[in-house]
């Protein structure tokens, strides 16, 4: 939380924890999957905001 400049936001990396719902059966080996994000960057100094948006893509292996 940055609280430098008084209001409240974020500063640096961010990590966000996702719940991910899954079938009762998966196929074996690697399980491909894709995360739509988007965020919104400001300026402390400038007030200036950006949105910016992305498809993330990663995958998993399933372990027995």
């Keep these: ?5 008084g209001k ?3 500063r640096g990396q961010i990590e966000v ?3 991910l719902e899954v079938p009762g059966t998966l196929p ?3 399980i491909p ?4 994000a988007s965020w919104q ?3 402390d100094r400038t007030g200036v905001c950006v949105r910016g948006n992305a498809t993330l893509y990663a995958s998993m292996q399933q372990i027995h």
Excluded at 33 to 36: A, I, P, Q
């Design 17 to 19: 924890n996702v719940e």
């Design 41 to 43: 960057v400001c300026s």
């Design 1 to 5: 939380l940055n609280t430098r400049s």
């Design 33 to 36: 999957f894709e995360m739509e």
């Design 28 to 30: 074996e080996g690697e």
């Design 8 to 10: 409240l936001g974020y």
